[in-house]
């Protein structure tokens, strides 16, 4: 499970020897980072990337399945906790595994994992839908808006040559957090009321404050980008700001 980041910066061309950087300012992002690499040094040799790839996707197949069956079974919602611990081994440690070993594949593993990402949301949420943990409407909205976003970062990353993978501190790994104490917090009681209105299901009002969260990222990001975009590449005739400050120091020289 890809997510996406949406906080535009001026960013450098894109490096030589990669097809992008990765930019993951997620709250856990540190902690992560070191746990991913202690595992990968003592992952067996026979393990590679594509395994731990289909690792992922698998997980999240079990999210959907745990979700779908939560809705009538309240023992499955746990498996949704265990599924998305399956998915963040998978998911997060393909391409730490790579880089510690020195296989990279960046715009093999860059394409394979997002593709398989793509995949898994649509079980993830279609899952919710089934189960009735989230009306299909909801579920199919924030679907869409996900994907929204993820278009734009994918787009970013090929624009600006940075992929940014948090936003406002979330990022992959924070998500799946929110996900396991929703989960959880069905066992309870799926529904919600607010203000004294309702009861509403719990996971549509997270669905709707996520829809609402995610339209404001993707209006600030694809804003941000292509302002930031429009500076480095003026129309004919006008001269961009650096080239305009290099020339000027130029006369002054000769």
Do not use: C
């Not at 997060?92 to 595994?97: A, E, N, P, R």
């Not at 909801?138 to 976003?149: D, E, H, R, T």
């Amino acid at each position: 499970m890809s997510t996406p980041n949406l906080t535009a910066t001026q960013a450098a061309p894109p490096p030589t020897n990669a097809a992008h950087t990765r930019d993951n300012r997620g709250v856990l992002a540190d902690l992560e980072k070191r746990t991913l690499i202690w595992i990968a040094h003592r992952l067996p040799g026979w393990m590679h990337s594509d395994h731990l790839s289909a690792l992922g996707l698998l997980g999240m197949v079990g999210v959907g399945a745990a979700f779908a069956a939560g809705g009538t079974y309240k023992w499955a919602l746990p498996l949704v906790v265990i599924a998305l611990a399956v998915n963040w081994f998978g998911d997060s440690l393909d391409g730490t595994l790579a880089r510690v070993r020195n296989h990279q594949r960046p715009r093999y593993g860059y394409y394979v994992d997002h593709a398989l990402d793509i995949i898994g949301t649509v079980f993830m949420f279609g899952g919710m839908a089934v189960g009735g943990v989230m009306t299909p409407v909801v579920a199919m909205a924030l679907l869409a808006v996900y994907y929204a976003v993820m278009a734009e970062v994918f787009l970013a990353t090929k624009a600006r040559g940075v992929f940014r993978m948090s936003f406002m501190g979330f990022g992959p790994t924070e998500l799946r957090v929110v996900l396991s104490v929703g989960a959880l917090a069905l066992l309870r009681d799926p529904s919600v009321t607010i203000a004294g209105v309702g009861p509403f299901q719990l996971f549509d009002v997270g669905g709707v404050v996520a829809i609402g969260g995610l339209a404001v990222a993707f209006l600030v990001s694809a804003i941000s980008n292509g302002r930031a975009l429009y500076a480095e590449e003026p129309l004919p005739g006008r001269t961009a700001p650096s080239a305009k400050v290099d020339q000027e120091t130029a006369l002054r020289v000769a």
